[in-house]
């Protein structure tokens, strides 16, 4: 267990925002797997204080989830710290984070995400004046720098927990590799040691036992899961049983997953309506097949399918097929 500011967070693993899929479907899901902590998907400042019915409605939070984190990016500070207050006041959120590693281009454009690394003033100024703006905990997600020849990680860091953040979580990559390469633990370790405030790893963290390593060689105080969780909630479920027991729990049968995928889809269904959820959950329904043979034809289907019973009966129909396979 640790803490960020007065928030308790019941174990060391969490799930990482992920823009297009953290939602309160796909949290809760994982929450229910044994997260300590979900991170909701990140949010714009400005599309925030317009009230954009999209953005507005990326603010449910089902009071199963919490412990939980809102995370909001932005270019300008005082736009910033009004989507902050709105979502200090107006949300049921535990946590706010605000995104300083996102490496899309037009988010780049707008001075947000990724774009702070290359200033450690600019994040000091607009961390504490976000700090100063909310009583929820703030947090930071960063990455180690913007290209292997400007890496302020240590640097950017001492200036989060100057400004006054509760915890950051660090990507070990730069903003230049993007998703690529290999993620740089040595400067995670780098940082943890260089300030006071609990600091979470992420990145190359695809099983429990690399969650395990990360924690031993790296001394962060937690791991962050992000696209390995995505069609595999086990994958949290069994981090946290392995670092608590060091028992390595075995991987879902394939009934397993598809009973989970139609859940997730039921709860994508009553969040945002059949029509959207089923052509949102194609690529979920995808993720949750991956690593099963002779999936192939089962994937092509469910990117045909465009209501829940379509999609149920493909995957069932898959499942079936599996089973028939293995009997013969």
Sequence with gaps: MFKIGDVEIENRVVLAPMAGVCNAAFRLTVKEFGAGLVCAEMISDKALLFKNEKTMNMLYIDSREN????????????????AAKYVDQNTTADIIDINMGCPVSKIIKCEAGARWLLDPNKIYEMVSAVVEAVDKPVTVKMRTGWDEDHIYAVENAKMIEKAGASALSLHGRTRKQMYEGHADWDIIKQVKEAVNIPVIGNGDVTTPELAKKMLDETGVDAVMIGREALGNPWMIYRTVHYLETGELMPEPDIEEKIKIAILHLDRLIQLKGEKVAVMEMRKHASWYLKGIRGNGKARKAINQTNTRDEMVTVLEQFVQDVKDKQAS
């Design 67 to 82: 412990p939980m984190s809102l995370q909001i990016f932005g270019g300008e500070k005082e736009t910033l710290v009004e």
